[in-house]
């Protein structure tokens, strides 16, 4: 038994050793990807690209460096980061350039790529309700046709959970954030509307 426990001792102190590793990077990794999003909802695009470049390269390093140990591990760091920087990335390239890549273009697997797009909605929710009170109701109803569409897309895919784990809470969360960001639209453009009969109103009654 000692020497079970010893070989079985040394793995354990080798993975804590890689995992030491892995950690600052993963959390580096995150914080790129919230600052990406807070920047897009800014409307300050510039630089983002090369931080998009950067989140790409520390993703492959882990990979590169520790792949063997991410699979020892207890808890699934990749399948964390990859789901935060696909958020992160479709939001982008959603507001920047009005399309989503794929998942080979982003880098990750079809399973964080579907997180990842779930995850999505509530930011476009988010800066919808930025553009609301902009009264800018036009771009926000543009971001809901893509909530809608990126919605049906994922809800079309019925699955068990032990295929896709936690996939079906986060579609009944985004079919919620859906109908709420409809409300809110539709009231938005019903309370301009009045507004807009009283402005005329008042213009003629003058």
Do not use: W
């Amino acid at each position: 038994m000692h020497t079970i426990f010893e070989e079985i001792k040394n793995d354990l102190d080798a993975l804590d050793e890689k995992r030491e590793y892995i950690l600052p990077i993963t959390r580096d990794i995150v914080r790129n990807c919230s600052e990406i999003i807070k920047s897009v909802h800014r409307n300050e695009f510039e630089g983002i690209e090369h931080r998009i470049d950067e989140t790409k390269k520390m993703i492959v390093s882990i990979k590169e460096k520790a792949s063997d140990t991410l699979e020892g591990m207890g808890k699934n760091y990749m399948g964390i980061v990859n789901q935060e920087f696909t958020e992160a990335v479709t939001f982008y390239s959603l507001v920047k350039n009005d399309n989503i890549p794929s998942y080979n273009e982003i880098g990750v697997n079809p399973y964080e790529y579907l997180l990842g797009l779930s995850d999505l909605i509530g930011e476009l929710k988010r800066m919808i309700l930025n553009k609301i009170r902009n009264n800018d109701i036009e771009s926000a109803e543009h971001l809901y046709e893509h909530m809608e569409i990126i919605h049906e897309y994922l809800f079309g895919l019925d699955y068990p959970s032990g295929l896709l784990p936690g996939f079906r809470k986060k579609i009944d969360r985004s079919r919620a954030l859906l109908n709420s960001t409809l409300e809110l639209i539709v009231s938005s453009k019903h309370i301009m509307e009045l507004k807009e009969t009283l402005d005329r109103s008042l213009k003629m009654g003058k």
